[in-house]
């Protein structure tokens, strides 16, 4: 294997204290495996509605190879304010309030580059993607997790984000529905969170991006609650609803100062988003949201499916009610996430991966994507099954 001197005094302090993506390291191991399955993707298994590809493709038949306006083609940001003003009854201008970005992951990045200086406490509720506190710490920023956990359905318990809160923090993370519990917040918590956020005078981050994946319950958008617009940076994108991870497109919404920062960042550091990428984009908004329904449907035949089975072979798993994963608790085997996982994937050839990858509360938990057929989720929970009854792990609920 090619081994990788670092010199480390080459790097930067922050590039040197970040660590790889736990999910990457995991997923080398399986890349050199036959056989396997894997829970581990965290996209949909859909390719992109040929709607949408077409109109890419026509804008490059037609030309449109340049670069955009800064801040994303206008027509697509008038999309964009349409679809939150008919969704969550929440107006953003289009001239200063939207930013289409390389996809929710630079959202995230140039929000906190706008917002921190060096020291300043970001809460951010785990366990959750992998990207936020690597983010912070790059921006300069120090990341505080606040934990949940399966009894608690996974929901943040507004009082532990009030503990740690000091005079250096800024500003809250939340992602929901989450990946990678699946769980969703309602409007009473988020208003519990509201209620934070005013007293402190902080800011939120709200990444919404599988918000259009909500099964149970009607999504409620951050900033549609009373006086919490002026408080929120909104990240939403297309890679998951729409089926569109390769295309690197999202959108941050946000007041016009905080825009305005962002979109400094953007211009100096990608310019604008790929063009073909915003005619599909704009597409999909405009005459997606049939497909959208019917990819939603079908994850959540796949969810129900999945956690039902899950509990009957002795994996418990609650019933998460948004995104595409499930996030059963491995407690009972007394195995850690990682070896766990690791065992799981040597022995039966499936891959999930660790809970303890995503921070506080992730521990005892393995991450399963169940954007994958039907067909692939029963060979899965079949191998899972025995693998448990082998160990005599099968927990009985
Ligand atoms: N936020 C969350 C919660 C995610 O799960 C992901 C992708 N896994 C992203 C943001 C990044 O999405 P994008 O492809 O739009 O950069």
């Keep these: 294997m090619k081994h990788t001197v670092i010199k480390k005094e080459r790097l930067s302090q922050k590039a040197s204290s970040i660590q790889p993506s736990g999910i990457r390291r995991f997923f080398d191991l399986a890349s050199k495996m036959d056989n396997i399955i894997s829970l581990g993707v965290g996209e949909p298994d859909f390719?992109?509605?040929?709607?949408?590809?077409?109109?890419?493709?026509s804008s490059l038949e037609r030309g449109f190879t340049a670069y955009t306006a800064n801040a994303g083609l206008p027509e697509l940001r008038q999309a964009i304010s349409h679809y939150m003003e008919q969704r969550y009854r929440v107006h953003?201008?289009?001239?200063?309030?939207?930013l289409v970005t390389v996809g929710a992951s630079e959202a995230i990045d140039i929000g906190m580059r706008a917002i921190l200086d060096p020291g300043d406490e970001v809460i951010i509720?785990?366990?959750?993607?992998?990207?936020y506190a690597p983010l912070v710490t790059l921006a300069g920023g120090v990341p505080i997790p606040v934990g949940t956990n399966a009894e608690n359905h996974f929901e943040v318990n507004p009082a532990d984000i009030e503990k740690v809160i000091t005079e250096k923090t800024k500003a809250i993370m939340i992602c929901y529905p989450n990946n990678p519990t699946g769980a969703s917040l309602n409007r009473r918590k988020l208003e519990q969170i509201a209620a934070i956020i005013q007293k402190h005078n902080l800011l939120v981050f709200s990444d919404e991006i599988y918000s259009e994946l909500s099964y149970d319950d009607e999504h409620t958008c951050f900033s549609?609650?009373?006086d919490m617009k002026e408080q929120t940076i909104v990240i939403n994108g297309f890679s998951k609803a729409f089926a569109m991870t390769g295309w690197r497109l999202g959108f941050v919404l946000a007041p016009p100062d905080l825009l305005q920062a962002m979109l400094k960042i953007h211009?100096?550091?990608?310019?604008?988003?790929?063009?073909?990428?915003?005619?599909?984009?704009?597409e999909a908004l405009l005459h997606g949201m049939e497909d959208v329904e019917k990819m939603k449907?079908?994850?959540?035949?796949?969810?129900?499916?999945?956690?039902?089975?899950a509990n009957e072979i002795g994996l418990p798993c609650h019933k998460p009610s948004g995104a595409f994963y499930?996030?059963?608790?491995?407690?009972?085997?007394?195995?850690?996430?990682?070896?766990?996982?690791?065992?799981?994937?040597?022995?039966?050839?499936?891959?999930?991966v660790p809970g303890a990858?995503?921070?506080?509360?992730?521990?005892?938990?393995?991450?399963?994507?169940?954007?994958?057929s039907l067909k692939n989720l029963e060979e899965a929970l079949n191998r899972i099954g025995r693998f448990l009854k082998k160990h005599d792990w099968q927990k009985r609920t």
């Design 125 to 131: 509720v785990e366990p959750t993607f992998v990207s």
């Design 92 to 98: 953003y201008n289009p001239e200063e309030e939207i």
């Design 267 to 282: 211009q100096y550091s990608l310019m604008c988003a790929p063009t073909m990428a915003q005619y599909g984009a704009l």
């Design 326 to 352: 499930a996030f059963p608790s491995i407690k009972h085997t007394g195995l850690s996430s990682e070896a766990f996982a690791e065992k799981l994937l040597l022995e039966e050839r499936v891959a999930v």
């Design 224 to 226: 549609e609650l009373p």
């Design 297 to 309: 449907l079908s994850y959540q035949q796949r969810r129900n499916y999945f956690v039902k089975t």
């Design 357 to 372: 990858v995503f921070g506080e509360g992730g521990e005892g938990h393995i991450r399963c994507s169940y954007a994958t």
């Design 47 to 57: 390719v992109t509605p040929w709607n949408v590809r077409e109109a890419s493709i």
